[in-house]
């Protein structure tokens, strides 16, 4: 719930000094009329405003304060009115109660109706979705989402007759779900609306309101969740201080003006895959002090040249950018309070104004482009722009088009090695990546920066597909001057065991400038127990949490280390990945009863997924109950045919309780579905008569 108390307190600060500095009197109050949804719900920022009239009535009118709202009749009486979706095996009827409330009815064969208010909204374009009361004391968000009609980012806003004023479902509607077998999340999914992947306090409310503290409290399974403004607000961008200045401002003189760096770890605090180490973050702090960045080290999250597949946001691509890189931030490029784009796009003003006029950013100067040279598309075509080639767009939530923000410039010969998108095709639908690539090198020939990329790129894709060359990868490390990217090729090295060459370069990158590099280093030396413990004193949590990880076996229990990697733990702990790592604490105190129960936990969040049953089977066996672990593999693999690894440790199982026939084809299967898998054909070999 809000912390009305904690509003209560800051307005009461404000009211005890004038903005002349004079004690007894009344704040300045803020008078005028801007754009916002309800002024009253954000009562520390209207004191704000008070002094700062322009840069709050631009910030009214941006997404970041239509993040979230209370429910109004203005606002919300449309999509009310008796719609209905299906979706999931559910049908969601959209009504409004006598009173004006509106709320959701939700009928399904499988289980009785049942009825869920709405009570806070979040977002505004390109679309809506609403939040229920969930049974942990959190909130949920529906999968169904109100198409608000309007389009356009970074102020331009025009409305879209055709698609909107409707409801769709945000999965379904997604080609890309669809396509990874996930368009149906079924009641009980993991990602299902009523899911944990689905609850608010966990996924989505850092950054949709202002001053939030979750309050998950692990033993019960419960949240008290509490915030101080709705939406992003003046006090999440501008750190408050505990009084105010001689001046009666909240802010203290030297947080009034953040420099570039200190505003944009600002921004990626939401706009970023990342893992909350803390909740502590306040403006003006190091992201990496709070939080892990996601780097391409997966498959299927984002794609070897690190361009967005997943809902990835845009921290990670631009760090791994030569812009990002240079130390240009968002604020280059975006106003801070609108959030819009602080030239145009369309006529590549907002991109010539420093390439095409030898403009320094942070004191590095931008690479100069030549307007009359630069170009593949003619004049007046999308592809005349810049942002069109080294931004392309992929759409999120089905209807949401978000841009890429690595800046790569077009690549279809890489494509066609490694399957890495590219602007051209995503643009020319009807064509294919080798009409692209002959495109591109009949209008620039064989560019060696191109080729200046792919020998990067190549080692990821062949580490994200198993066939990690680890000569291959060095090399392409040895050249790499992004530490986002040597971070990430150290993180891939990890899967392989660790050589004196390996060892050699992870020595030296734990003493890194970045700590994206130093925190690689932990934990690849940390798979050979080689984490240097002088890591757990770096200056940088996200650097320590690696460290702590790696080093939990032998951390005395009271420890500081130990205390600050537990705090982390609990943090997560509502999540599967959380409950997972409780468990595997456990298992180091030797406590396996918490261990099973965590395990367990982890399996009910998350029933869909393998890796908590994979996890639990190999507990159970250690515990010397093969049955039980049996049962779980058979589950597993029940629900999970088409998975190569399930199979494999199923014919584990099955070859221990003696069931060699069954054994022998579980290991087949697992080859069949992935020929390369080794140890499946080893263990194949081995089961031979």
Known sequence: MVSYKAIAGLAAVLVLASCDGKPGRRARAYTGQSAHWDQNAVPVSMQCAACHPKQFEEWAGSDHAWAMRNISRKLDTAPFRGQAQQAHGETVHFLTRPNGAPYLRVEAEDRAPAEFDAVFAIGKVPLVQYLVRGGDGGFQVTSAAWDSG????????????????????????????????????????WGHWQGRGMNWDSQCAWCHTSGFRKNYDPLTDRYNAQWQELGVTCIQCHKVADKPAADGCLVAPADRKLSPKRAHDNCASCHARREELDDNFTAGDRFDDHFRLELPRVPGVFYPNGMQRDEDYCETGFRLSR???????????????????LHPAENNELCLRCHAEHQKVNGVEAPYVDRKDTFTCPAGTKGHMCVECHMPESTYMGRDPRRDHTLLPPDPRLSLEIGTPNACVMCHRGKDNEWAAKAVEK??????????????????????????????????????????????MLGLLSQM????????????????????????????????????????????RTVRHAAERALAPTLPQDSPPMGEYEETLRLQADQPAGAMQLAQLALMRRNNGAAEAQYRRAIALDPASTVPRLDYAVFLDRMNRPVEALQQMLDCAAANPRDAEVQYRLALILAEVGQVNAARHAAGKALEINPNHAEAAQLLRSLQP
Request: net charge negative; glycine share 10%; aromatic share 6%.
């Open 323 to 341: 812009m990002g890189m240079r130390g240009v931030t968002c604020i280059e490029c975006h106003d801070a309070h609108t959030g819009a784009l």
């Open 497 to 540: 065991p660790l050589t004196p060459a390996v060892e050699q370069i992870a020595v030296k990158a734990a003493g890194d400038a970045s700590p994206m590099v130093r925190a690689a280093a932990a934990d690849l030396l940390g798979t050979v127990g080689k984490c240097p413990e002088r890591l757990l004193k770096d200056s940088c």
């Open 150 to 189: 309007e389009r356009g980012r970074d102020g331009l806003r025009s409305v879209d007759r055709e698609n909107g004023y409707q409801w769709f479902d945000v999965f379904r509607d997604d080609a890309r779900q669809r396509s990874n077998g996930m368009g149906e999340r079924t009641a009980g999914d």
């Open 443 to 488: 209008r620039y020939g064989q560019h060696s920066w191109l080729e200046g990329y792919r020998p990067r790129f190549r080692a990821v894709a062949h580490a994200m597909e198993g066939r990690l060359n680890q000569d291959e990868m060095l090399a392409a490390y040895a050249d790499e001057e992004n530490p986002a990217w040597r971070a990430t």
